[in-house]
């Protein structure tokens, strides 16, 4: 059995049985093969967007028989199978997320699910995927070598919820998990060394209006 990261772990753990998967940026495959070999999926899609990475991800999942696995080198989602119903952006910059669903958003018809791990402008990520027709189902904290993930798990819905900007920021079933009190200190941490520095007031301004929204739940 493939033993996967804390974070790897955590995106499979979303994955609805019986799903078909698309995985961006799939690198060797192991998110697809782990799926498979426990039976969740009988289908899936790695994607790669360079000739390498390609190379090694269609060894690995034509290597592997417990399912239908299959490698394909594009762009994102600019083109997507009408079977696939999960997507997983995994391991990305929330830019590159939000470019890449802009790009393909005309293939998001039969999609139910998309399962991010962006590292950076999660918020935005967020914002971008709630607006284009899904709710934030659920979301786990993940901390993987010092580091911490935010995976979110989206889904269609005709559901218009509220969010605040507070929780597109930060994640609104996060905020509330006990994982987050520890986060929180550490990004109060942060903000106190950026504070130290010597960057226009405004600037300075946007994170002591953050970090006093971040100080009740340290506590």
Same mark, same amino acid.
């Given at each position: 059995?493939?033993?996967?990261?804390?974070?790897?772990?955590?995106?499979?753990?979303?994955?609805?049985?019986?799903?078909?998967?698309?995985?961006?940026?799939?690198?060797?495959?192991?998110?697809?093969?782990?799926?498979?070999?426990?039976?969740?999926?009988?289908?899936?899609?790695?994607?790669?967007?360079?000739?390498?990475?390609?190379?090694?991800?269609?060894?690995?999942?034509?290597?592997?028989?417990?399912?239908?696995?299959?490698?394909?080198?594009?762009?994102?989602?600019?083109?997507?199978?009408?079977?696939?119903?999960?997507?997983?952006?995994?391991?990305?910059?929330? =830019?590159?997320?939000?470019?890449?669903?802009?790009?393909?958003?005309?293939?998001?018809?039969?999609?139910?699910?998309?399962?991010? =791990?962006?590292?950076?402008?999660?918020?935005?990520?967020?914002?971008?995927?709630?607006?284009?027709?899904?709710?934030?189902?659920?979301?786990?904290?993940?901390?993987?070598? =010092?580091?911490?993930?935010?995976?979110?798990?989206?889904?269609?819905?005709?559901?218009?919820?509220?969010?605040?900007?507070?929780?597109?920021?930060?994640?609104?079933?996060?905020?509330?998990?006990?994982?987050?009190?520890?986060?929180?200190?550490?990004?109060?941490?942060?903000?106190?060394?950026?504070?130290?520095?010597?960057?226009?007031?405004?600037?300075?301004?946007?994170?002591?209006?953050?970090?006093?929204?971040?100080?009740?739940?340290?506590?």
């Amino acid at each position: 059995m493939i033993r996967l990261s804390k974070r790897l772990s955590a995106i499979a753990n979303f994955v609805d049985k019986c799903a078909v998967v698309a995985d961006v940026g799939s690198d060797h495959g192991l998110l697809l093969i782990y799926l498979a070999s426990l039976g969740k999926i009988a289908k899936g899609y790695g994607i790669e967007n360079k000739s390498g990475p390609y190379q090694i991800l269609k060894h690995n999942l034509e290597s592997h028989s417990e399912a239908e696995l299959k490698p394909l080198l594009q762009d994102g989602i600019s083109s997507l199978e009408k079977d696939v119903d999960t997507i997983v952006l995994a391991g990305l910059g929330g =830019d590159t997320i939000v470019g890449i669903l802009k790009n393909g958003v005309a293939n998001l018809k039969n999609v139910k699910t998309i399962i991010t =791990d962006s590292h950076t402008s999660i918020g935005e990520v967020r914002r971008h995927i709630v607006a284009l027709g899904f709710i934030i189902k659920d979301e786990v904290l993940v901390l993987e070598k =010092d580091k911490y993930y935010e995976i979110c798990k989206f889904v269609k819905s005709d559901e218009r919820p509220a969010y605040s900007d507070f929780e597109y920021r930060r994640g609104p079933i996060i905020i509330k998990s006990p994982a987050f009190r520890h986060y929180a200190k550490v990004l109060i941490k942060k903000m106190d060394a950026i504070l130290e520095k010597d960057l226009p007031e405004a600037m300075k301004e946007l994170v002591r209006q953050e970090r006093e929204v971040l100080l009740p739940y340290e506590n």
